[in-house]
């Protein structure tokens, strides 16, 4: 009988790790979860369980994500975002096994108006987005088998996400106050991780193309209002209060971090290896379902 294929990922109570974790059984793929109870990547060496265990691919779906705490931790963020990755890199070229990371929309400004694609130059307006930066490069200009995986608005049923906090708008306040002025592709994490999962594949097999850069979302624009709005409707034919939506700009939320207003990813570059971003109405709608009644 063949041995399944040891996948190590970095992370365990993040929306990725844990889509990762509820993936249909996959008879040729066995999992290892790293978190922080078994390693602290902000103090060790992330590349330790990486020799320790020996696995056929790595995917690092951990990293500091609180945007406005990283203006506060820069020596936390700069640690989890872009040395961890930097010695994860190192240790999957010691062992010759590919490595997927994961990173984010926010190293772009929001400039440009019109989706990004790889090719554009990433300028983050914030600590957050300059470490994530700081950590793609750190793979990219390795010599590790690699990909690079930048992603947006990721939503599911079991975090702490934008649709947690509509979620307990329910029942609640009359009105609510979203940001109407911030454009991106939400991602649903089930898809993520999917997506994730193949690259990491593709590259096991030794596929050139699926090495370098690339952007993975759900297949349309949204924003926040629009999200809301369609959280809300399912509540209300579901018997719910909900409340009215009051559009406000960015602005309106003071915070630590600037915000960029536009990150629009293209996916045409994953979308040429054979995958294909799925509506992002039709993911929510199928997350919504998933919750109790």
């Keep these: 009988m063949t041995q399944p294929l040891k996948v190590l990922v970095f992370g365990r109570s993040g929306q990725l790790a844990r889509a990762l974790a509820a993936l249909r059984p996959r008879p040729e793929v066995a999992f290892s979860f790293v978190g922080r109870d078994r390693f602290d990547l902000s103090t060790g060496d992330a590349g330790e369980p990486i020799r320790d265990l020996r696995p056929d691919a790595v995917i690092n779906a951990s990293g500091y994500t609180a945007v406005d705490g990283a203006e506060r931790d820069r020596t936390e963020a700069e640690r989890l975002n872009e040395t961890a990755p930097r010695l994860m890199a190192e240790a999957c070229i010691d062992l010759g096994i590919p490595l997927v990371h994961v990173s984010t929309d926010y190293v772009f400004d929001g400039g440009k108006y ?30 590790a088998r690699a990909a ?25 306040p009359d009105e609510a106050k979203m940001v109407a002025d911030q ?25 050139a193309r699926a090495t370098g850069l690339f952007h993975l979302t759900g297949a349309d624009d949204a924003t926040r209002v629009l999200m809301a709005q369609r959280v809300f409707d399912w509540a209300r034919s579901r018997g ?30 994953i979308e ?10 039709e993911r929510l709608d199928l997350c919504l379902r998933t919750l109790p009644a």
């Excluded at 559009?247 to 045409?268: G, I, Y």
Aim: aromatic share 6%.
């Design 114 to 143: 019109a989706p990004y694609t790889e090719d554009d130059p990433a300028t983050p307006l914030n600590h957050y987005g300059a470490t994530k930066r700081a950590g793609e490069v750190a793979v990219l200009d390795s010599d």
């Design 272 to 281: 040429a290896i054979g995958m294909t971003p799925r509506p992002w109405r």
């Design 148 to 172: 690079v995986v930048r992603t947006s608005w990721v939503f599911s049923a079991t975090a702490q996400n934008f649709l947690g906090m509509l979620l307990r708008q329910l029942d609640g």
């Design 240 to 269: 719910r209060k909900a409340p009215a939506i009051v559009p406000v700009a960015t602005s309106a939320f003071p915070a630590a971090a600037v915000r960029p207003l536009d990150t629009r990813l293209s996916c045409q570059r």
């Design 183 to 207: 454009h991106a592709r939400p991602t649903y994490a089930p898809d993520l991780a999917e997506g994730v999962l193949a690259l990491a594949l593709k590259l096991i097999e030794g596929e």
